[in-house]
């Protein structure tokens, strides 16, 4: 089954306690990305990469780092978390060759930052 | 920028009720327009898409045409169901960043029984 997964689904830390959300993409696409979702905002791009060690910053970049080592992979690292970045979290992936660009969600991740 | 902006909600309608959910766009070049729909607790799925000007995406009883010359790509279903309870998300494809969706605020749907 093609499919977006992120891991974990649901995570409560402290300010300045380091974390990885993980995602991985078993449909062989080139890019992928991260969105913040917040109440009245929508959703808002954290950061992309278009292939493995290809990445960029999107509207709201701060505070986050990703990597793309692996095709497959893309996880988003919070060095030193704090209270602003409690949201609901999606990774993206989507392939150049649908010129739609339609983009495929994982389930989400809910991180509570106290 | 492009940006989208859709209708605010929520919207409350009582079953079998007609749905509009209003949604326009500022872009630059020709985008493709998505309707996304996240059900609660869950994550979000591809409703309908257009990737032209007049293009009608439809999906589920859900209908929605690309129009160029109002910038509009405005959510309709003619009979809703409480199932359709959920937040609808219209956005657009910005090739210049990646390929992004930039997405509207969203707007709640609430049918009653």
């Known amino acids: 089954e093609a499919q977006v997964t992120q891991n974990p689904r649901y995570l409560i830390t402290v300010t300045g306690k380091k974390l990885t959300v993980t995602c991985s993409q078993n449909m062989n696409h080139e890019y992928m990305s991260w969105y913040r979702q917040d109440p009245g905002l929508g959703l808002r791009q954290i950061y992309y990469?278009?292939?493995?060690?290809?990445?960029d910053k999107g509207d709201v970049p701060e505070g986050y780092k990703v990597s793309r080592k692996e095709k497959r992979n893309f996880p988003l690292i919070l060095e030193s978390p704090s209270p602003n970045q409690t949201s609901l979290y999606f990774c993206?992936?989507?392939?150049?060759?649908?010129?739609?660009?339609?983009?495929?969600f994982g389930p989400g991740t809910r991180l509570t930052v106290t | 920028g492009n940006s989208v902006t859709q209708m605010e909600g929520p919207v409350t309608l009582s079953e079998e009720a007609f749905l509009t959910i209003n949604c326009t766009y500022t872009a630059t070049g020709y985008p493709s327009l998505f309707w996304y729909v996240q059900y609660p607790g869950e994550g979000l799925q591809l409703l309908l898409k257009a990737t032209k000007a007049d293009d009608k995406g439809s999906n589920k009883g859900f209908e929605a045409t690309y129009r160029k010359e109002t910038t509009s790509f405005h959510l309709e279903k003619g009979s809703v169901q409480v199932s359709d309870s959920a937040v609808y998300f219209c956005?657009?494809?910005?090739?210049?960043?990646?390929?992004?969706?930039?997405f509207g605020a969203g707007t709640i749907l609430r049918v009653k029984s």
């Open positions: 993206a992936s989507h392939t150049i060759f649908d010129t739609s660009y339609e983009q495929y």
């Open positions: 956005a657009l494809s910005d090739y210049k960043y990646g390929n992004k969706l930039v």
């Open positions: 990469s278009m292939n493995v060690e290809v990445t």
